[in-house]
């Protein structure tokens, strides 16, 4: 059975850093395409950045310079690197695994999902 964990949330001042970890299990093979979205209160969920089975990434412009998105093929592992963080940040975060090769921050394009880990951001 295929599942996506992610750890590493949690509250930070406006300013700090958060590293969020997705553990991935179950696959055969390791995900093509692996992104990060993120859902606050009453709002859409948002992709925040995706990287591609080449490595090759994607962010929204509102992370971009803050945030980085990486994964460690080998231990199926995807990271997010949360620099400088803002108080607009603040968000449910969702790991998510896609079985195309390039994916857009669409979550329509993206078939396994996390449960989610929570990020507060303090000004």
């Known amino acids: 059975q295929v599942q996506l964990e992610e750890s590493g949330g949690g509250s930070a001042q406006a300013g700090g850093s958060l590293r969020l970890s997705c553990a991935a299990s179950g696959y055969t093979r390791s995900p093509r395409c692996m992104g990060w979205f993120r859902q606050a209160p009453g709002k859409e969920r948002e992709g925040v950045a995706v990287?591609?089975?080449?490595?090759?990434?994607s962010y929204r412009d509102s992370v971009k310079g803050r945030f980085t998105i990486s994964r460690d093929i080998a231990k199926n592992t995807l990271f997010l690197q949360m620099n400088s963080l803002k108080p607009e940040d603040t968000a449910m975060y969702y790991c998510?695994?896609?079985?195309?090769?390039?994916?857009?921050?669409?979550?329509?394009?993206?078939?396994?999902w996390g449960q989610g880990t929570q990020v507060t951001v303090s000004s």
């Open positions: 990287i591609d089975s080449d490595g090759s990434t």
């Open positions: 998510a695994a896609s079985s195309f090769k390039t994916a857009p921050l669409k979550a329509s394009f993206f078939g396994h």
